[in-house]
């Protein structure tokens, strides 16, 4: 057992980190499938090639996904679950920042697997988290602040795609300034 367990505030600093996290997870993941055209195009990539480059590049994203749950498990047992779940945040988010300036294929099908496998990470650590801190009586609410609080990254997604239109650069990195 946990020596914060029993904490019945839904709005303490893990449920709020878990949140945010989880925010910019689904932002990424919305976001990149709205840009992910525009921004191959943006490369050189032919319109031939956008189909299999797109799949080739979601392919790179979760196979980062698949090892990293499974690194971040281990780690996260190992290690301290908040320690882990703050470098996965930064990992995910240095490699979505990085994926702004890519000049090729290469650089662009490695920075999405190393967000894939930050952006793995965070949900399963956060949420264990959140259920650890948690009394049994309100973890339902925490967990329910993060997946909340999540969704809101698909409508920013959204509306930075379609504020933007076109602008995929900025689009990826506007979060972080």
Same mark, same amino acid.
């Given at each position: 057992?946990?020596?914060?367990?029993?904490?019945?505030?839904?709005?303490?600093?893990?449920?709020?980190?878990?949140?945010?996290?989880?925010?910019?997870?689904?932002?990424?993941?919305?976001?990149?499938?709205?840009?992910?055209?525009?921004?191959?195009?943006?490369?050189?990539?032919?319109?031939?090639?956008?189909?299999?480059?797109?799949?080739?590049?979601?392919?790179?994203?979760?196979?980062?996904?698949?090892?990293?749950?499974?690194?971040? %498990? !281990?780690? +996260?047992?190992?290690? #301290?679950? =908040?320690?882990?779940? $703050?470098? /996965?945040?930064?990992?995910?988010?240095?490699?979505?920042?990085?994926?702004?300036?890519?000049?090729?294929?290469?650089?662009?099908?490695?920075?999405?697997?190393?967000?894939?496998?930050?952006?793995?990470?965070?949900?399963?650590?956060?949420?264990?988290?959140?259920?650890?801190?948690?009394?049994?009586?309100?973890?339902?609410?925490?967990?329910?602040?993060?997946?909340?609080? %999540? !969704?809101? +990254?698909?409508?920013? #997604?959204? =509306?930075?795609?379609? $504020?933007? /239109?076109?602008?995929?650069?900025?689009?990826?990195?506007?979060?972080?300034?």
């Amino acid at each position: 057992m946990s020596k914060h367990e029993g904490i019945k505030n839904p709005l303490n600093i893990i449920v709020i980190v878990a949140a945010l996290g989880y925010f910019v997870d689904i932002y990424d993941l919305i976001l990149f499938g709205i840009v992910r055209v525009p921004s191959l195009k943006g490369i050189g990539i032919s319109d031939a090639m956008l189909l299999p480059e797109g799949i080739f590049l979601l392919n790179m994203q979760m196979a980062g996904m698949l090892i990293g749950g499974i690194i971040w %498990g !281990i780690m +996260g047992d190992k290690r #301290g679950r =908040l320690p882990v779940l $703050f470098f /996965t945040i930064a990992l995910y988010s240095m490699a979505n920042i990085a994926n702004g300036f890519v000049q090729n294929m290469e650089q662009y099908a490695i920075l999405r697997f190393i967000a894939g496998v930050g952006l793995s990470g965070e949900l399963g650590i956060g949420i264990t988290l959140v259920s650890e801190v948690m009394s049994k009586e309100s973890r339902g609410y925490g967990t329910a602040i993060v997946s909340g609080i %999540g !969704i809101f +990254g698909a409508v920013l #997604g959204f =509306l930075v795609a379609d $504020f933007l /239109t076109g602008e995929w650069l900025t689009g990826l990195v506007v979060v972080w300034e």
